[in-house]
């Protein structure tokens, strides 16, 4: 067994440590099965951080299809059904009403009807508005004119308006009024409560059947009736469909000395 070389130690036998260098001398590379362990190791946190990271890319990209399919479910579906449902429930003439400019205490108690297609199939839609007023006949109709006119309704002179004549010592009001597709007509009376102090002191409806009289100071204000129709719907203005004009009497038959009712002469 020869002298080891100084600063270099020799274990017998051989072993890992004949591949330490000397003190002060460069490492040597790493060979062998130590190396082949590490580069496996590398290879395989390299591998992990990669599939680590094509993972987070796809959860990503997945989070970012369900946000895409959301929003344009929302846009397509869910605002178009909120919308559609809104407008169903909700009569845009009736909100026009409800926009007009009237003041609070000529619209109280506020009941409105409707019946009939907004399609107009076989019948338009007729819409109808009741409400109180706090004030009389005349306040109340100058204050629902006036509305009525901000709002773009042009009054409208027509026969049968009123379709029933007003009497000359009622105090109703009853006016026309045109805008666009539609007619309105308004009509204010008087209260209820007023209408059962008459029948009250009608002989024919006095005794039990006879309605309760409000105390005298009580019955004050006005009703209020607002009736909205298509205009192609509302006849009144129009010919009557019955007297068509081109349709005329038929003449009587005249006759004249015309030659062509004398009969031919036979040939000689």
């Known amino acids: 067994m020869g002298a080891a070389a100084p600063g270099r130690a020799v274990v017998e ?5 004949d591949d330490v260098p000397p003190a002060g001398e460069p490492k040597a590379p790493v060979v ?36 895409l399919v959301s929003l344009a479910a929302v846009v397509l579906v869910v605002l178009p059904a909120f919308f559609g449902l809104r407008a ?37 839609t007729f819409r109808e508005r009741t409400a109180e007023s706090q004030k009389p006949i005349k306040d109340t109709t100058a204050a629902y004119t006036s509305a009525l006119t901000s709002a773009g309704w042009a009054p409208w002179t027509v026969g049968e308006c009123p379709e029933v004549p007003i009497a000359k010592d009622d105090p109703t009001t009853y006016t026309c009024f045109k805008r666009d597709e539609f ?7 008087q209260p209820e409560c007023q209408v059962d102090q008459v029948a009250a002191n009608d002989p024919s409806v006095a005794g039990a059947t006879a309605p309760p009289v ?22 009144r203005g129009k010919p009557d469909p019955q007297k068509s004009p081109l349709i005329g009497e038929t003449p009587d038959t005249v006759l004249t000395e015309d030659p062509l009712l004398e009969p031919t002469p036979s040939a000689s």
Request: proline share 3%; with cysteine; charged share 25%.
């Open 32 to 67: 062998g099965a130590r190396a082949a362990a590490a580069r496996a190791a590398a290879a395989d946190d390299d591998a992990g951080q990669a599939g680590g990271f094509l993972e987070r890319l796809r959860t990503q990209r997945r989070l970012r299809v369900v946000t």
């Open 183 to 189: 007619t309105l007509d308004l009509r204010v009376s």
């Open 214 to 235: 409000p105390a005298k100071g009580e019955c004050v204000g006005s009703a209020v009736s607002i009736k909205v129709q298509n205009a192609i719907a509302d006849t």
């Open 88 to 124: 169903a429930s909700s009569d845009p003439v009736f909100s026009s009403l409800d926009s007009l400019e009237v003041p609070a205490w000529a619209e109280q108690k506020v009941d409105d009807q409707s019946s009939g297609s907004k399609w107009c199939f076989i019948d338009c």
């Open 13 to 17: 036998g051989g072993s890992d440590l």
